[in-house]
Structures are given as structure tokens and as C-alpha cells.
């Protein structure tokens, strides 16, 4: 029984390589011994392949440069002393003659507007010749 698992054990570890070697390129007799097809086709994998690997090196460069760029703002907004918070200004306090006089001059420039948009409504409106 020994032997046969023995025998069975060499026929499989000997199998292997013989498929191997019957799948190998074997050229006709005159022809060039590679085959350009597939060496070209080879040549493009391996080029693709190295773009590849090109595109994934720039894309962690990106990846790690904005990620220290995200640290250093940070870092530099946490440095950055805080704005003080002012309180709202008291409103001035006035007579009420200077708050009539303000209000008086509110009432003229509201006044100068209108009549000002008046003109150009009236030349907006003025009959087409």
C-alpha cells in the first residue's frame, strides 16, 4: 500500500512540470523562435502596467499633499489669536433737535430721489417719434 501511495505521489509531482512543458510556445521549424505577437503583446502589458504603478505613485503624492496642506492650515489657524468679541455700540444718544435736523435731512434726500426718478421715469416714458 505504501508503494502505491509512493508511486501515485511521483506521478502527480511529475505531471506538473510535464504540463508545463507541453504548453510552451514551440515555434515551426524556420520560423523565428519568438513569436511578435505576444512579444508585443507583452511589451504593451508591461508598459501598462508601469503607467499603472506611475498614476498610483503621483495619486498618493496628491493624497499626502493635501493632506499636509489640510494639517498646516489647521495648524495655523489654531495659532492665529481669536478676534475679540466687541459688544454692540451703544446707539449715540442726541437732542431732539438734532434728531429733528436728521430727520428733516432724511426726508429732503428721500425727497431729491423721488423727484430725480421722477425725471427718468417721465424720459422713460416719453412718446417713441
Known sequence: MTAL??????AILTA???AAQTQAFQ?????PAIDPHRY????HRLELERLRAQADRREAF???????TRLNRQRL???RQPEPDLPPSPRALRSP??????RRSASERRAAT???VGQIDAWLDRPRR
Open 5 to 10: 501511495r509512493a508511486l501515485v505521489l511521483v
Open 16 to 18: 506538473g512540470p510535464a
Open 27 to 31: 515555434p515551426r521549424p524556420g520560423a
Open 40 to 43: 508585443q503583446a507583452e511589451q
Open 62 to 68: 496628491a493624497r499626502q499633499l493635501a493632506l499636509e
Open 77 to 79: 489657524e489654531s495659532a
Open 97 to 102: 433737535e438734532e434728531e429733528e435736523a436728521l
Open 114 to 116: 423721488t423727484s430725480d
